[in-house]
């Protein structure tokens, strides 16, 4: 037997079959976001507080009197999920130190969309990673503001037509290059950062499970694929994170106390068109447009494999 075929024999026994991001939700047909929440939450088990930003993820799993969380869930403002899940984690400390709750490792995760995390909380998520808390930030990207409508964000792509950034005649779509968070993270000298998706799956389960056992912040970007916002068929969400991650455009790596390792090989890319004709946000692009993006995509994963000292291993199945 092969290590592919052992892997797809084994792997599958390893994941919590418990549900705690319940299905009956609101999300979207094919919402790669409410996937990657529901895969995160099995990797992280019951002994975890959430605190949640406003954004989809909250509007379609609490609409009153139901909700979707079978974890102790708070939902926050957007500026302040890092802060509110710094205040979680510092009172976990001080009740365990007191006796007054079990000496177990309970987890504080805070969570955002990418409005939440790489415009609106991004002071709270520094001032909580420079503070250095046990907490884990997930990001979940779906690279826009896509609850109240498909508004542009920072982490919205260059090109991409949104609500705010319409392609039309006297526009192509958005005009700055999407901000990279992770990077900053790193800047911040947490102990763990990484990127990840749900096309992914179990990459994506031993990052978080990676991040909540470091002592101290650790932080994971996830690219959650929003069929709605992107205009892609529902079915196509897995199929576009997997291009997303094999051309280069959202690779996949962690930085371990400043060591990055790739987790994904992606050492013979795809051409980003295969990834732009997916979608109807990049339908307008022009050859020379798109030639733009495919030279940046080239040039930021230069430099990302520059800075690279491990390349993926079959342990990491
Ligand atoms: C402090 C604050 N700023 C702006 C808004 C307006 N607002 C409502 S939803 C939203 C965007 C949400 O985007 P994101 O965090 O990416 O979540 P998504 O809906 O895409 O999951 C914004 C800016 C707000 N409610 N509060």
Redesign the pocket.
């Known amino acids: 037997m092969s290590i592919v075929e052992s892997f797809d024999l084994y792997a599958p026994r390893l994941v919590d079959k418990e549900e705690y991001f319940s299905f009956g939700h609101r999300a979207c047909q094919g919402c790669g ?1 409410a996937l990657a929440i529901r895969l995160m939450c099995k990797a992280l088990g019951k002994d975890t507080v959430i605190v949640n ?5 909250e ?1 379609v799993s609490s609409l009153y009197p139901t909700t979707a969380w079978k974890l102790p869930w708070i939902h926050v ?3 302040n999920s890092a802060s509110v899940g710094s205040g979680v984690e510092a009172g976990l400390k001080v009740l365990r130190r007191k006796g007054r709750i079990p000496d177990r490792d309970v987890k504080a995760v805070s969570i ?6 790489v415009d ?1 909380g991004i002071q709270a998520l520094s001032g909580a990673m420079e503070r250095g808390h046990d907490l884990l930030y997930v990001c ?1 990207d ?1 690279e ?5 409508g498909i ?1 542009r ?1 920072g982490a919205t792509p260059f090109g991409a037509s949104t609500t705010t950034d319409p392609a039309g005649l006297a526009s192509f779509g958005k005009k700055a290059w999407k901000k990279n968070v992770a990077e900053i993270m790193v800047a911040h000298n947490v102990p763990y950062v990484a990127t990840a998706c749900h096309s992914y799956p179990l990459d994506f389960m031993n990052k978080v499970k990676k991040a909540v056992k470091v002592k101290g912040p650790s932080y994971i970007h996830c690219l959650s694929v ?1 069929p709605t916002g992107w205009r892609l068929p529902p079915e196509q969400c897995i199929k576009a994170g997997r291009m997303a991650v094999q051309t280069g455009i959202f690779p996949l790596y962690e930085v371990e106390d400043g060591k990055y390792r790739m987790t994904i090989e992606t050492r013979e890319l795809r051409p980003v068109e295969e990834y732009l004709k997916l979608q109807g946000r990049f339908r307008h692009l022009s050859e020379d447009e798109k030639k733009v993006i495919q030279e940046r995509v080239n040039q930021e994963y230069k430099r990302l494999m520059n800075k690279v000292e491990c390349l993926p291993s079959w342990s990491d199945l």
Request: hydrophobic share 35%; with cysteine; glycine share 18%.
């Open positions: 976001e930003a406003t954004g989809c993820m509007v403002a957007f500026p955002g969309g990418d409005g939440g995390t609106i979940f779906n826009a503001y896509m609850n109240t508004q964000s929003c």
